[in-house]
């Protein structure tokens, strides 16, 4: 298993993963635009973790700036296909994910877990990550979505 930074040709990869993984419904080709739009945006990173030529999960970093501490990234996304789960895919990502932070100057690295994910919880916290707070995630669309 090898992780690399990603490229426009994973989108598809990172589609079938969000769809399969996270059970996100969202179109093949709105997922290759958002791929593009990231891998240009100049304080982001996509990584994916590869088995030969087959990519099993990837992680999403951008930065994460604020009035009330210093500078920190972000994990957006970290997902790992599930027939690969397990067997050290999600760790090599993170720890790709926090020497590109610490290479950037970061101080640390902040994510959010929904409530439910509570593999994804233990998976965090043995990695070092601690809680630091809880909170309810709010979000306004400017259309509505079709059901």
């Given at each position: 298993?090898?992780?690399?930074?990603?490229?426009?040709n994973?989108?598809?990869?990172?589609?079938?993963?969000?769809?399969?993984?996270?059970?996100?419904?969202?179109?093949?080709?709105?997922?290759?635009?958002?791929?593009?739009?990231?891998?240009?945006?100049?304080?982001?990173?996509?990584?994916?973790?590869?088995?030969?030529?087959?990519?099993?999960?990837?992680?999403?970093?951008?930065?994460?700036?604020?009035t009330?501490?210093?500078?920190?990234?972000?994990?957006?996304?970290?997902?790992?296909?599930?027939?690969?789960?397990?067997?050290?895919?999600?760790?090599?990502?993170?720890?790709?994910?926090?020497?590109w932070?610490?290479s950037?100057?970061?101080?640390?690295?902040?994510?959010?877990?929904?409530?439910?994910?509570?593999?994804?919880?233990?998976?965090?916290?043995?990695?070092?990550?601690?809680?630091?707070?809880?909170?309810?995630?709010?979000?306004?669309?400017?259309?509505?979505?079709?059901?």
């Amino acid at each position: 298993m090898n992780v690399r930074e990603a490229s426009i040709n994973d989108a598809k990869a990172i589609h079938r993963i969000n769809s399969d993984s996270l059970e996100y419904d969202f179109p093949l080709n709105e997922t290759i635009k958002q791929v593009a739009k990231i891998l240009s945006l100049p304080n982001s990173k996509l990584f994916v973790a590869c088995k030969g030529e087959l990519v099993v999960g990837y992680i999403q970093m951008s930065d994460y700036e604020n009035t009330y501490h210093q500078s920190l990234k972000n994990v957006i996304t970290l997902a790992v296909d599930n027939q690969y789960q397990h067997i050290g895919i999600g760790s090599a990502l993170l720890e790709t994910a926090e020497k590109w932070a610490k290479s950037e100057g970061s101080l640390g690295i902040r994510l959010v877990s929904g409530f439910e994910r509570e593999s994804a919880h233990q998976f965090y916290e043995k990695h070092g990550y601690q809680i630091r707070k809880k909170e309810i995630n709010y979000i306004k669309w400017w259309y509505q979505k079709e059901r």
